[in-house]
């Protein structure tokens, strides 16, 4: 038997608190039994996501609540901003070509943070654009994009500020309200503890004004209609009960936590496994604002990034990720989010470190578990 560890940016670890819930009998979700469960993952997320506007559930992948933010608020010929610094950048790129809306990219270099004030710039040029894309954390490269930034320039003008948060939602603090973000976008298979299959959007009262001129085709993310039913504790289609019950019981972990000691917590994760990526002589890929989701490490000198991936999967039973595109074979990539704790960085550093042995890169055992301890230890400490 080789036991399984997940330790993927999406989908993460399943609480045995949120799988218990999840194994109750199936409800009906018009029965009034569904009601004071919707009822409350609907005001606990709310909660989460530091919004006092509505935030939509979809019965989805994240992909599906991206979708809903340009065919629910933008038509044919509108002019958008992408900020584009990796997959899920490019990502929001071609669900505007989809919907035939013209994208003007902030090209980021992968591994960069954006400049806020190259989207000032950019907005500055083009008064008409409609709205700003983005991600929170970028997960192909694993860097953070400072939302608050961006959305200080963006605050203003006509534009609607759109995050893509879904693998940074219960990592970062991200303040939907006070940061004037009017569609923020979550996802279940990450921070926020849960199977894939649901997807969270906030809509802000200046992106349902907007709505209010989309020519957009669309029938099932039909935003206005899933706003009627919300109010009545229901979804327009058939949700996925199961992973709402598993929502709320997620969410009320969470909220026995703290949102301040969620966020704390994933920083010292994601510093503790910096630390040890330095201990082992390896290095992060971002040059700047890593995230605290998970941590892109680029693959030392000689080895190739697909290969550790691999080992680490088939020897050790650890689940991590490779690159992507171009960082295939250059980068893996290892999740400390939602469900994730001490040990989880600890297995995940323990595991690099015998894969690379085991691939002939000179190597210390130990000294990225040692440096992970010590960062614990301190953390504890102080
Ligand atoms: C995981 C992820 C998505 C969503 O992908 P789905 O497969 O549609 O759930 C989108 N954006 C980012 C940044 C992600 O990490």
């Keep these: 038997m080789l036991k399984r560890y997940l330790l993927a940016p999406g989908p993460t670890p399943v609480p045995p608190e ?9 409800i009906h979700h018009r029965a009034p ?22 935030v939509l559930i979809l019965t989805a992948s994240g992909t599906g609540a991206m979708t809903a933010c340009v065919n629910n608020f933008l038509s044919p010929g509108d002019r958008v901003l992408v900020v584009n610094g990796g997959k899920f950048g490019e990502r929001w790129t071609k669900i505007c070509g989809a919907y035939a809306v013209s994208v003007e990219e902030v090209k980021v270099p992968w591994g960069r943070a954006v400049k806020p004030e190259d989207v000032a710039r950019a907005l500055e040029r083009d008064p008409e654009i409609k709205a700003v894309f983005m991600q929170a954390v970028e997960t192909s490269t694993g860097v953070y994009h400072d939302v608050e930034a961006v959305g200080g320039v963006i605050k203003g003008k006509k534009a609607l500020f759109a995050v893509d948060a879904i693998s940074a939602l219960a990592v970062h603090d991200l303040k939907t309200d006070a940061w004037g973000v009017d569609l923020m976008v979550g996802g279940s298979q990450k921070g926020l503890m849960l199977p894939p299959g649901l997807a969270f959007l906030s809509v802000s009262e200046k992106a349902w004004e907007m709505a209010k001129g989309s020519k957009s085709p669309r029938f099932y993310f039909n935003l206005k209609k899933e706003r009627e039913a919300l109010k009545k504790n229901q979804t327009n289609f058939t949700p996925a009960v199961t992973l709402i019950a598993g929502l709320d019981a997620a969410l009320e972990m969470i909220e026995r936590e703290g949102l ?51 080992r680490l999967r088939e020897i050790y039973g650890v689940t991590a990720a490779g690159g992507q595109d171009q960082l295939r074979g250059k980068v893996f990539r290892v999740a400390h989010m939602g469900y994730a704790g001490v040990f989880d960085v600890i297995t995940a550093v323990s595991a690099i470190e015998m894969t690379l042995k085991g691939l002939g890169h000179p190597l210390r055992p130990g000294s990225g578990v040692g440096a992970a301890e010590e960062a614990f230890l301190e953390q504890t400490a102080s």
């Design 18 to 26: 949120v799988l218990l819930r999840m194994a109750m009998p199936a």
């Design 33 to 54: 039994d569904f009601i004071p469960i919707f009822e409350s993952a609907k005001n606990r997320l709310k909660w989460l996501c530091q919004t006092g506007n509505d």
């Design 260 to 310: 301040r000691e969620v966020f704390a917590r994933h920083a010292r994760l994601a510093g503790a496994m910096r630390r040890a990526v330095g201990a082992m002589g390896l290095e992060i890929f971002p040059a700047e604002s890593p995230s605290n989701s998970l941590t892109a490490i680029k693959a030392p000198e000689g080895t190739d990034g697909q290969e550790i991936y691999k």
